[in-house]
Each structure stands twice: as structure tokens, then as C-alpha cells.
């Protein structure tokens, strides 16, 4: 079975400054994707960011980019330039590309304040 | 803009009432799961569907809920007798798959279940 840790509760950063959210994970999968979602107060889940665990090169998206160390089973997530529209709970989670495990396991989230 | 869309928004209800929750998938998914968040234990899985037919529904109480996909474009959830336990937001999510190779999801907006 797979698990998702994300042992920050809750961070807090200033507007404009950079944050680094952390996430660790549990598999025998070879071939997965990970995740980042955002949910704001309006409880939508929003996909920010997507890993492929084949390959080496972290993915980014805008303000956001990943560090994916696959030997650590590490994945955290980098938000630079913090707006306040980022303020949100944010979940990592784990997909098996095949198989029995193809279902998302998250985390249990962190909740980032960004302060004006 | 194709996105997974849920009914209600919002339901309030009294123990031992039935409730039905309704989601449609995006169009040409095949693939629709049911999450539930509670505070308590994050987002769990409750049941999933490929091409109509239930994969599973391990996470899913069967002696209150149960989970069907009547057509391609609706699934729903039912609990019946609901409980003050089953208070939470209920997500539906959609995506692809086929054999045993699976692609990203794409949640709903969620239905916030309050039971008194």
C-alpha cells in the first residue's frame, strides 16, 4: 500500500517571498505520477502540478516547480513570488500508473497563509 | 471548458434520511471516483467506477452507501439511513483509463453533506 506524508500542519509566508512545502511518500510502484492540488476556501480541488516518476527533469508550472529526489521518495512543492491567492490547503498525493493501486492517496495537507 | 460538475452544492439533512448525491463525469472519461474529506481523516476513497462497472468499493460502508453509474454521463452516491458521522464534503472526480493504465482526475466542486 501506498502512503503520502506531509508532516507540516500549517506554514506561513510573506507575500512575494518564496515557500517550500514538503512531501515524502512510501511505494514499491516503479511507474507513478504525483501530485500537488490546491484547495482554496471555496474547497475546489485544483490541480497545480503533475511528476511523472520516469522522468528526471522536475516538472514547473509558472511560480510553481517541484523537487523530486525519486531515490528519497521526496516531492515537495516550490511557490515563488507568494500571492496572496495562494493561500490555501495544499495536498500532495500518489498515483500508481497501473494496477490495483491507480487511485489517488493523499496526504493528510498543509495549510499555507501567504500575509500581505 | 469541460469540467465535473455536482448536485447539490450544499445539503442539510436530518439522521436517517436518505440523501443522493449526483456528479457528471466529464465528457469521453471513463472513469469516475467517489472521495470523502472529513477533518478528522483527510480524503479517503470510496468507490470507483471504469466504463460503468464498479472496480471497487473497499472504502465505501456498504450497509448504508452504495454507489452507481446509471449512465455514462451521471454517477451518484446514496446513503441511506444518512448519519451525523457521514457529515463531509463528498468529491466526485473523473478521468481515463484503459487495461491498466490510468490518467489524471478531475474533481467536482463537492457537496457539502451536513446530517443532524
Known amino acids: 500500500a501506498q502512503t503520502v506524508t506531509q508532516s507540516q500542519p500549517e506554514m506561513s509566508v510573506q507575500e512575494a517571498e518564496t515557500v517550500t512545502l514538503s512531501c515524502t511518500y512510501d511505494t514499491s510502484e516503479n511507474n507513478y505520477y504525483l501530485f500537488w492540488y490546491k484547495q482554496p476556501p471555496s474547497r475546489q480541488m485544483i490541480l497545480v502540478i503533475r511528476?511523472?516518476?520516469?522522468?528526471?527533469q522536475n516538472a514547473t508550472e509558472n511560480r510553481f516547480s517541484v523537487n523530486f529526489q525519486k531515490a528519497a521518495k521526496s516531492f515537495s512543492l516550490k511557490i515563488s513570488d507568494s500571492q496572496l491567492g495562494d493561500t490555501a490547503m495544499y495536498f500532495c498525493?500518489?498515483?500508481?500508473?497501473?494496477?490495483?493501486?491507480?487511485?489517488?492517496?493523499f496526504g493528510k495537507g498543509i495549510t499555507l497563509s501567504v500575509r500581505p | 471548458d469541460a469540467r465535473v460538475t455536482q448536485t447539490p452544492r450544499d445539503k442539510v439533512t436530518e439522521m436517517g434520511q436518505e440523501v443522493t448525491m449526483r456528479c457528471q463525469p466529464i465528457l469521453g472519461h471513463n472513469t469516475v471516483f467517489w472521495y470523502r474529506q472529513t477533518m478528522m481523516q483527510g480524503l479517503e476513497l470510496l468507490a470507483y467506477f471504469r466504463n460503468r462497472a464498479p472496480l471497487d468499493d473497499s472504502g465505501m460502508p456498504k450497509d448504508r452507501f452504495s454507489a452507481e453509474m446509471p449512465d455514462a454521463t451521471l454517477a451518484t452516491l446514496k446513503i441511506q439511513p444518512s448519519e451525523p458521522r457521514d457529515s463531509a464534503v463528498y468529491f466526485c472526480a473523473s478521468g481515463w483509463s484503459s487495461g491498466r493504465f490510468y490518467n489524471e482526475q478531475f474533481f467536482g466542486p463537492g457537496t457539502r453533506l451536513t446530517v443532524l
Open positions: 498525493a500518489f498515483m500508481a500508473l497501473t494496477g490495483a493501486n491507480s487511485k489517488l492517496t
Open positions: 511528476q511523472e516518476a520516469y522522468k528526471q
